[in-house]
C-alpha cells in the first residue's frame, strides 16, 4: 500500500501479458488526473482488487482525492498477484484494503511474507510445489542532488529470480533440493506439462517513489525505464504468463523541466537508478522471504 501525498503524479507502465488491475486509466498520458490518492499492490488476483474499495473509503474519509463538485474522490490504481493456489485462499476485500491504511507509515515497510507476498512464489517451472517462496521487497537510495528513490516489489513470477552475479537466488528445486535454472530447462520442454503454470498466475509487481518534481510523462519515463529491473532479477520476464507492472509516483514540488537535453538526462538518472532499485527490491522480497 502506497498513499500518495497530496500533489502526487504518476504513471505506469504495463509489460506482462497476464495482469489484473483496476483504475489504471487514470495513469494514462491522455487522463486529466494528474496522479493518483494511492496505489495497491494486493493478492488475491481479480478478487483480491475489492481492497481497493476499502483504501477509497480510507481516503474519502480524511477527504483526501481528487476534488469534484460533490466533494473528493480518491483514485486508487491497484494491481493483483495470483496466490490462490496457495491453498489458503486468500482474497483481500476492503476491510483489508482499510486495514492496510491504517497501518500504512513513513519509513521502510514491512517485508517478505506478507500483505500481497503472503502466498507469493516465483520459479514455477516444475509446479508450484517445487518453486521458491516469494514475497515484498524493498530498496532506497539518495541521488548525490539530494533526491529520494525507493521501490517497493512483489516478487511471484513465474521465472526465476536471479541475485547481483547472476546465479539463481529463487527458482525451481530439482529432486535433492537442489535450485535449477528455468532457462536450462526449457529446450527440453516443448510441450506444455500438464502442471504447467498458466496465463494471469505469476507476476511481479514494482512501484517507484521518488520527491523528484516529474509530470505525469516524466513519470511514464522513469517507470518504463525502471521495469528494465525486472528482467535483470527475473528471468524469463514480461511472458504471457505473469503481469508484471511498474508504477511511478513523483511528490516533488515545483515545475518539471522544460523538454530538453537537461531534462532527458536527468530523466534518464532517475530511470537507471530506478531500474537497479527494482531489481534490489525483487531480490530483497526473495531473500526476506526465506
Known amino acids: 500500500m502506497v498513499i500518495a501525498p497530496a500533489g502526487t503524479r504518476g504513471a ?5 501479458g497476464g495482469t489484473g488491475t483496476r483504475e489504471l486509466e487514470a495513469l494514462s498520458p ?11 499492490l494486493t493478492g488475491g488476483s481479480a478478487f483480491g482488487l475489492a481492497a481497493a474499495d476499502g483504501v477509497v473509503r480510507w481516503l474519502e474519509g480524511r ?27 486468500r482474497r483481500p476485500g476492503p476491510e483489508e484494503g482499510y486495514a492496510a491504511c491504517e497501518a500504512a507509515g513513513g519509513g521502510v515497510p514491512a517485508r517478505g511474507r506478507i500483505g500481497a507476498g503472503a502466498g507469493a512464489a516465483v520459479g514455477k517451472v516444475l509446479g508450484r510445489e517445487r518453486a521458491t517462496q516469494g514475497g515484498v521487497g524493498y530498496a532506497a537510495t539518495r541521488l548525490a542532488g539530494g533526491g529520494t528513490l525507493a521501490a517497493i516489489a512483489v516478487a511471484n513470477a513465474s521465472g526465476d529470480v536471479i541475485a547481483e552475479d547472476g546465479e539463481v537466488l529463487g527458482g525451481p528445486h530439482g529432486d535433492r ?37 516529474l509530470d505525469k510523462r516524466g513519470c511514464g519515463i522513469v517507470a518504463r525505464i525502471a521495469s528494465a529491473g525486472i528482467a535483470r532479477a527475473v528471468d524469463p520476464a514480461f511472458t504471457p504468463l505473469d503481469g508484471d507492472i511498474v508504477f511511478c509516483l513523483a511528490s516533488g514540488p515545483g515545475p518539471p523541466a522544460a523538454p530538453g537535453p537537461a531534462a532527458s538526462w536527468s530523466l534518464t538518472i532517475l530511470g537507471t537508478v530506478a531500474a537497479t532499485l527494482t531489481a534490489a527490491a525483487i531480490r530483497d522480497a526473495v531473500r526476506r522471504a526465506g
Do not use: K, Y
Not at 65 to 87: M, Q, S
Open 12 to 16: 505506469v507502465e504495463v509489460r506482462g
Open 30 to 40: 491522455l487522463a486529466n488526473a494528474e496522479g493518483p490518492s494511492a496505489v495497491l
Open 63 to 89: 477527504g483526501l482525492g481528487r476534488p469534484t463538485p460533490v466533494g473528493v474522490i480518491p483514485l486508487v490504481p491497484a494491481a493483483v498477484v495470483f496466490d490462490l493456489t496457495e491453498g489458503r485462499g
Open 177 to 213: 533440493g537442489e535450485l535449477l535454472r528455468s532457462a536450462d530447462l526449457f529446450p527440453d520442454m516443448p510441450q506444455l506439462p500438464h502442471w504447467a503454470i498458466r496465463p494471469g498466475q505469476s507476476t511481479t509487481l514494482a512501484c517507484i517513489c521518488t520527491d523528484a518534481a
